[in-house]
């Protein structure tokens, strides 16, 4: 099955920053690559997503680009905000059958004012 | 309505008690997900149904039990849970698969 790595496991940045968080994934028929962002004692929520056949995708301060060579892709955030800090989840998903994503392990982002 | 609903959003309960958890989405999705959350993990699936089918994760087990008694409704039926079991549990719904899920906002179950 799929599996995903997602680094770093947290990241600490000052407002105004950049952050980046990397994820990897096994399965070269993964089309569909989620982020969600997840406040504490919140639900997960969809930020961005990207499919396969593209390579880059923008909104606003946020930004997924997607090497299916290298089978990784990456969330990037300018400009950060306090209100960014949150526990952050990349998911790649397998097509066929049941819509089914692996997610990776999590990235706790925090935005220091 | 583009949201989906989960009753109760706490909940206590004993070893021995039954209970279950309702989850209810109106934007005609085909797919809906059972996930449990410890804290700072990612969600587990638990259980899918994509339109009504059932797929189950083989490592959940038996003292959970899923219900879909309609494509809007879904039902997780509780019995002699253990302490680990606390946690969160999250439903989601999506159109269907290659769409992004929409989540609800849980149900935090504690067992003593």
């Known amino acids: 099955g799929e599996n995903v790595e997602q680094h770093p496991s947290t990241l600490s940045v000052q407002e105004g920053d950049s952050a980046v968080i990397k994820c990897t994934y096994s399965?070269?028929?993964?089309?569909?690559f989620p982020w969600y962002k997840q406040e504490l004692g919140k639900r997960p929520q969809l930020i961005i997503d990207?499919?396969?056949?593209?390579g880059e995708k923008k909104d606003q301060r946020i930004a997924v680009t997607l090497n299916k060579t290298a089978k990784h892709f990456s969330l990037h955030i300018t400009e950060t905000q306090p209100e960014d800090s949150a526990v952050y989840f990349c998911?790649?998903?397998?097509?066929?059958?049941?819509?089914?994503?692996?997610f990776g392990r999590g990235t706790s982002l925090i935005v220091h004012p | 309505d583009t949201e989906v609903t989960q009753t109760p959003k706490h909940l206590v309960m004993g070893m021995t008690n039954k209970k279950s958890l309702k989850c209810e989405q109106h934007?005609?999705?085909?797919?809906m997900y059972w996930y449990k959350q410890k804290a700072k993990k990612p969600p587990e699936l638990m259980f899918v149904?994509?339109?009504?089918?059932?797929?189950i994760n083989e490592s959940v087990p038996s003292r959970f039990s899923p219900e879909c008694p309609n494509s809007s409704l879904l039902n997780l039926h509780l019995h002699a849970l253990q302490p680990e079991d606390s946690a969160l549990y999250l439903c989601?719904?999506?159109?269907?698969?290659?769409?992004?899920?929409?989540f609800g906002p849980g149900t935090r179950l504690t067992v003593l």
């Open positions: 989601a719904s999506s159109h269907t698969s290659y769409n992004e899920q929409f």
């Open positions: 934007m005609g999705h085909r797919a």
């Open positions: 998911a790649a998903t397998v097509p066929g059958g049941s819509y089914i994503p692996t």
């Open positions: 399965d070269s028929a993964s089309n569909y």
């Open positions: 990207i499919r396969s056949n593209v």
């Open positions: 149904y994509s339109y009504e089918k059932l797929s």
